[in-house]
């Protein structure tokens, strides 16, 4: 039978390290071809939205969707897991914890592949759930050891600081100018919902690398064209759905000043098909959308894990 999971049952099992073990793992199949991903499909209506990732992973026997819904009351997540081989449901779970955590794996991955290895200082812009998952990844990929933290809202931005500062044993402190969160920082990591760059060239030291998560829509803008332009390296989770929605590249695209010829996958980087950071004082780029492999693969450990433990409540329905 097929098993439901809780956003309850989901923190029970769900692991950073297990996700970006996961999502490095997946990228890989992405690049020798056991993996499908279809981008984002969003359908608006004037109170809200649905959105929908699809896709299959071969080596796990899945095909699946997340389905979630955006509205003024908030965002609900739905993670749908099938045999690809006898098409029967095997789990529905609920994905908003997991989205959180999937999410800051693949900074995790990205930052792992293309930050210094010495990198110990982190700029962070954003203090809201997602900026708490791209944080903890950080520190399982880097000895961070410092984290410069800029968000609007002032209240929130402080207890983010306290909460994670002694959740992971390092200093986390509030900033308000932007230009002091990114200078003198080894990864800067913008987690927002901003419509104009929260990063700008000048302050972008040698050796910075950059994960860019907010610009997964045409209106929303986290990193400056010039900063683009001057990275040695641009990467991203999958081209086909940067295509579709990256904010902070799409613009140079559009004017000639970047190709996606130029754009590399962050699967073709660990699958040893291109190099990624080939010295210290190269700056990287890496922008993150989203992929529903991802969640898949990430849905099948926790589903597994699950079992294991006998959590879920079983359907009447899915075989």
Same mark, same amino acid.
């Given at each position: 039978?097929?098993?439901?999971?809780?956003?309850?049952?989901?923190?029970?099992v769900?692991?950073?390290?297990?996700?970006?073990?996961?999502?490095?793992?997946?990228?890989?199949?992405?690049?020798?071809?056991?993996?499908? /991903?279809?981008?984002?499909?969003?359908?608006?209506?004037?109170?809200?939205?649905?959105?929908?990732?699809?896709?299959?992973?071969?080596?796990?026997?899945?095909?699946?969707?997340?389905?979630?819904?955006?509205?003024?009351?908030? /965002?609900?997540?739905?993670?749908?897991?099938?045999?690809?081989?006898?098409?029967?449901?095997?789990?529905? @779970?609920?994905?908003?914890?997991?989205?959180?955590?999937?999410?800051?794996?693949?900074? #995790?991955?990205?930052?792992?592949?293309?930050?210094?290895?010495?990198?110990?200082?982190?700029?962070?812009?954003?203090?809201?759930?997602?900026?708490?998952?791209?944080?903890?990844?950080?520190?399982?990929?880097?000895? @961070?050891?410092?984290?410069?933290?800029?968000?609007?809202?002032?209240?929130?931005?402080?207890?983010?600081?306290r909460?994670?500062?002694?959740?992971?044993?390092?200093?986390?402190?509030?900033?308000?100018?932007? *230009?002091?969160?990114?200078?003198?920082?080894?990864?800067?990591?913008?987690? +927002?919902?901003?419509?104009e760059?929260?990063?700008?060239?000048?302050?972008?030291? *040698? #050796?910075?690398?950059?994960?860019?998560?907010?610009?997964?829509?045409?209106?929303?803008?986290?990193?400056?064209?010039? +900063? @683009?332009?001057?990275?040695?390296?641009?990467?991203?989770?999958?081209?086909?759905?940067?295509?579709?929605?990256?904010?902070?590249?799409?613009?140079?695209?559009?004017?000639?000043?970047?190709?996606?010829?130029?754009?590399?996958?962050?699967?073709? @980087?660990?699958? #040893?098909?291109?190099s990624g950071? +080939?010295? /210290?004082?190269?700056? +990287?780029?890496?922008?993150?959308?989203?992929?529903?492999?991802?969640?898949?693969m990430?849905?099948?450990?926790i589903?597994?894990?699950?079992?294991?433990? #006998?959590?879920?409540?079983?359907?009447?329905?899915?075989?």
């Amino acid at each position: 039978m097929a098993l439901f999971l809780t956003e309850g049952d989901v923190q029970q099992v769900l692991t950073m390290p297990m996700a970006i073990t996961a999502i490095e793992e997946v990228l890989r199949e992405v690049n020798l071809g056991l993996a499908v /991903n279809i981008p984002r499909q969003r359908t608006r209506v004037p109170k809200g939205a649905l959105h929908i990732l699809q896709g299959a992973v071969e080596s796990q026997q899945v095909i699946g969707y997340k389905a979630y819904t955006s509205t003024r009351e908030g /965002n609900r997540f739905l993670l749908h897991l099938y045999d690809s081989n006898h098409g029967n449901l095997q789990a529905v @779970i609920e994905a908003n914890y997991l989205g959180m955590i999937r999410t800051g794996a693949a900074s #995790g991955v990205a930052s792992k592949w293309l930050s210094r290895n010495d990198s110990t200082t982190v700029g962070l812009f954003g203090s809201g759930w997602q900026a708490t998952g791209q944080l903890e990844a950080l520190c399982c990929v880097r000895p @961070i050891s410092r984290v410069k933290v800029m968000a609007r809202n002032a209240e929130r931005l402080n207890e983010f600081c306290r909460h994670n500062s002694d959740r992971l044993g390092i200093s986390v402190e509030p900033y308000q100018d932007a *230009e002091q969160v990114v200078r003198n920082s080894d990864i800067v990591t913008t987690v +927002t919902t901003a419509a104009e760059p929260l990063v700008h060239f000048p302050w972008v030291e *040698e #050796g910075t690398h950059l994960n860019a998560v907010g610009s997964n829509a045409l209106i929303r803008r986290e990193i400056d064209e010039k +900063t @683009i332009r001057n990275c040695n390296l641009v990467t991203v989770d999958s081209r086909d759905v940067a295509a579709n929605e990256c904010g902070d590249l799409l613009p140079l695209i559009e004017k000639g000043r970047l190709n996606w010829r130029q754009v590399v996958e962050l699967g073709d @980087i660990i699958a #040893g098909q291109v190099s990624g950071r +080939t010295a /210290n004082a190269q700056i +990287t780029l890496f922008e993150s959308q989203g992929m529903a492999v991802q969640d898949l693969m990430l849905g099948k450990r926790i589903l597994a894990a699950a079992q294991a433990k #006998g959590l879920g409540k079983e359907l009447p329905f899915g075989n």
